[in-house]
């Protein structure tokens, strides 16, 4: 097939198609509705099943009912409709159950704009929903990435038994890049024990059933345990982060998706200047990587941690240094992009201070 040129969004769908997603179910809102578009286009004519949903709450609730099927299922939204679905995905994940999430969140709070925005960290990455309880969350920062993670989070969801959340932006939904889908490994060398699923068992065994309600408090915290001890060992296999410039940095700067190709450009300006500077960027939202931050502490003198918000990311980098470097925050907010020229300036100014 080699490389095609396609939207985010699309790449988005296609990729999940090519990774065994055969049901979806959503309901359009900007900057994603491109995403739901082309849904309904492609999965009927690979045998799949999309339905668009009265809403974003009926979509989640689809998806818990397709999951505890077995089949790999997805649904996506933007920012406030992606904060609706946050009691059903909090369902999922005490059920034990697995499905993928894609948001390309916008700007807020409130309905807030379509333009890009990562003001949704906290809602990602601490379990937006009620409950002790977390969710894998991957965040690509290119097209061709958006194609890897998208695979890895069907795989990572049936392998956990866990709902999985992709999180992108406005613009990483727009842009349009040519991207390989052939890096998707063969969905039928994939195999997982869905001996759980309520499929029916033919009078084998007792019936099946899977739910998310437990009244005894001594058998819902055992409940709770359990998912404890899934969130250590994702915490331990799955992080993932890429560093750039990184060896010889005496400043760093973190930034994830498409923040961190801004950062990247910045950073090229800045060492052309003269400036040992590099990148951190996570991948992987949570799991976080704090290791690789907090290794890297012994060698920096600062670290700018650069985000379309008001610094949500912010709070995990200085978990990760422990107040062993200080750590310094630029971002913008409603929709606004910070340039490289605003990156570089920032870079600058960090540098100069340590000098004086």
């Avoid at 490389?3 to 809102?29: D, H, R, T």
């Avoid at 899934?230 to 331990?236: G, H, M, N, T, V």
């Amino acid at each position: 097939m080699g490389k095609v040129l396609m939207k985010g969004n699309e790449v988005i769908g296609e990729a999940a198609i090519q990774s065994g997603c055969s049901y979806f179910f959503g309901y359009p809102i900007t900057p994603q509705s491109e995403l739901v578009a082309y849904m309904a286009k492609r999965l009927p004519e690979v045998g799949g099943l999309f339905l668009q949903a009265e809403s974003e709450v009926s979509a989640i609730n689809m998806v818990y009912g397709a999951a505890s099927a077995g089949v790999r299922v997805m649904t996506s939204s933007s920012s406030p409709g992606f904060s609706l679905k946050q009691e059903g995905i909090s369902f999922l994940a005490a059920a034990e159950l697995p499905a993928v999430i894609c948001n390309i969140a916008r700007g807020g709070p409130g309905l807030g704009n379509i333009q890009p925005s990562q003001s949704d960290y906290f809602q990602v990455t601490k379990g937006g929903g009620h409950g002790d309880y977390y969710t894998p969350v991957l965040a690509p920062s290119t097209l061709q990435e958006i194609v890897t993670l998208t695979s890895e989070a069907f795989r990572m969801a049936d392998e956990y038994r866990t709902p999985v959340i992709i999180l992108g932006d406005g613009m990483l939904g727009q842009m349009m890049e040519a991207v390989d889908f052939s890096v998707i490994e063969d969905k039928e060398s994939q195999t997982f024990d869905k001996s759980w699923a309520t499929t029916g068992t033919v009078g084998d065994g007792p019936p099946k059933t899977i739910s998310s309600l437990d009244l005894n408090d001594v058998k819902l915290e055992e409940r709770n345990h359990r998912l404890q001890l899934k969130y250590s060992q994702i915490r331990e296999n799955e992080v993932k982060v890429e560093t750039y410039f990184m060896d010889d940095a005496k400043y760093a700067i973190v930034a994830y998706g498409t923040m961190a190709r801004i950062v990247k450009s910045a950073i090229d300006r800045a060492r052309d200047a003269g400036v040992a500077v590099g990148l951190i960027r996570p991948i992987t939202l949570w799991p976080y990587p704090y290791e690789t931050i907090g290794n890297y502490c012994s060698q920096l003198d600062k670290i700018l941690t650069v985000e379309m918000s008001r610094g949500q990311m912010v709070e995990d980098v200085r978990l990760a240094v422990e107040g062993r470097v200080p750590v310094h925050f630029y971002g913008r907010t409603g929709g606004v992009i910070p340039t490289v020229e605003e990156v570089f300036n920032e870079i600058i100014s960090m540098q100069e201070e340590v000098s004086v």
